[in-house]
């Protein structure tokens, strides 16, 4: 059986991102994906916001131009323009990104291998026994499960799984100005997309069309359908698909068990995807990077505290503002509701709540361990205080 140190499974943003950042610092590190090539079967939109093109060296020429202008529909598309004075969004060419991603993970000493699916683990006395599809096994210290929001790592290593979901469907076209100011469009109707929105990002090189919402509620590809048919002499689309795209997008928050001893999730798998815009390319980032701090911490010291610091309740409860608003969302379940609530978003003193949602800085907390130790002490400590005898 071989043997390696940390096995990671999934070969997306967070994946590569784990299985670089170990590798260079000397784990010997194995990634594996089920896919043939990384950059098909793509899920996401792939929009990268300011606070991650700020923070993290992303590949050049994986990214689309820079937009900054978005406008919001009502469901009688009435319309609410916001600028920024920033470049807030980039979509990302999400298949050479991946490609990228990947030779520098290999660069470092990772060794992805495509191809190869997971299908079980069990514990041994050294780590984990991982069962791959042809019955190749592969014995780790540590698995990572960066498999995405149904994670099929997570129930073997008895760690929680996603069960709050949105559902989308989209279609990547050529930009219909090709050159042209790139433009975020984005269309609240609870009857196209409950729960969510639909949306067109044409940043010139090309359009994404699509719609998400509620799985329970309505049928992705046929919303899709009508969506495009909608936007005639509105949004200027041009003809000829160049790929479609769709998938489940967790929007349930950050899960609460999501390390143990043999290993820990990250990513989609984690939940770390925020439950009101739900954005994970941000998160999945700051967290991978936050996972490696935590394996070498483990692996290298067995310092338990930084397992346990990882799914703190203090990082959960960073998500709990965009929870309470994500319900508010839900419930919108009607056009007039969603128009009155339009309204009331365009008008003093609500207004500036939609530019401070699309162009804000929030995202999963970006802590280092010793700074997460330290915030999951304090309360501790105060605790501790309070419990003290004050002197008379």
Not at 61 to 68: D, E, N
Request: hydrophobic share 45%; net charge positive.
């Amino acid at each position: 059986m071989e043997r390696c140190d940390v096995l990671v499974v999934g070969g997306g943003l967070a994946g590569l991102s784990c299985a670089r950042g170990l590798a260079a610092a000397g784990a010997r590190t194995i990634l594996i994906d089920q896919k043939r090539r990384l950059g098909e079967r793509i899920h996401t939109t792939g929009i990268f916001v300011r606070r991650t093109l700020e923070d993290f060296a992303l590949p050049e020429g994986c990214l689309g131009p820079a937009v900054s202008d978005v406008v919001l529909y009502s469901p009688r598309r009435r319309r609410l323009a916001l600028s920024s004075p920033h470049a807030e969004f980039r979509v990302g060419h999400m298949g050479a990104l991946y490609e990228r991603m990947r030779d520098r993970a290999s660069a470092a000493g990772a060794e992805v291998r495509t191809g190869q699916r997971f299908v079980a683990a069990r514990p041994v006395p050294a780590g984990v026994a991982v069962e791959l599809a042809g019955g190749r096994q592969v014995q780790a210290r540590f698995v990572v499960g960066a498999d995405g929001a149904r994670s099929p790592v997570a129930g073997p290593l008895g760690l929680d799984r996603n069960r709050a979901f949105l559902i989308g469907a989209e279609d990547v076209l050529p930009s219909a100005q090709p050159g042209g100011q790139p433009v975020m469009h984005c269309f609240v109707d609870p009857e196209l997309a409950p729960g969510y929105l639909a949306w067109v990002v044409d940043d010139g090189e090309e359009a994404h069309v699509g719609v998400a919402g509620d799985p329970s509620r309505f049928r992705p590809l046929a919303a899709l359908a009508r969506f495009r048919d909608s936007l005639r002499g509105l949004v200027p689309l041009a003809s000829g698909r160049i790929e479609r795209r769709g998938g489940r997008i967790p929007v349930g928050g950050l899960l609460p068990r999501i390390a143990c001893e043999r290993g820990l999730l990250v990513g989609d798998a984690a939940g770390a995807v925020s439950p009101l815009t739900a954005g994970g390319l941000d998160p999945c980032l700051r967290q991978a990077r936050l996972a490696v701090e935590v394996i070498r911490a483990w692996l290298g010291d067995g310092r338990r505290e930084a397992l346990e610091a990882y799914q703190a309740p203090a990082l959960r409860r960073r998500f709990r503002g965009r929870m309470l608003m994500r319900l508010a969302f839900d419930r919108l379940h009607t056009r007039s509701a969603a128009e009155i609530a339009f309204a009331a978003l365009r008008a003093p003193p609500l207004s500036p709540l939609a530019g401070r949602v699309l162009f804000g800085r929030g995202s999963f907390p970006d802590l280092s361990l010793d700074a997460l130790l330290a915030e999951v002490a304090r309360p501790r400590l105060a605790r501790l205080a309070a419990a003290l005898p004050r002197p008379r």
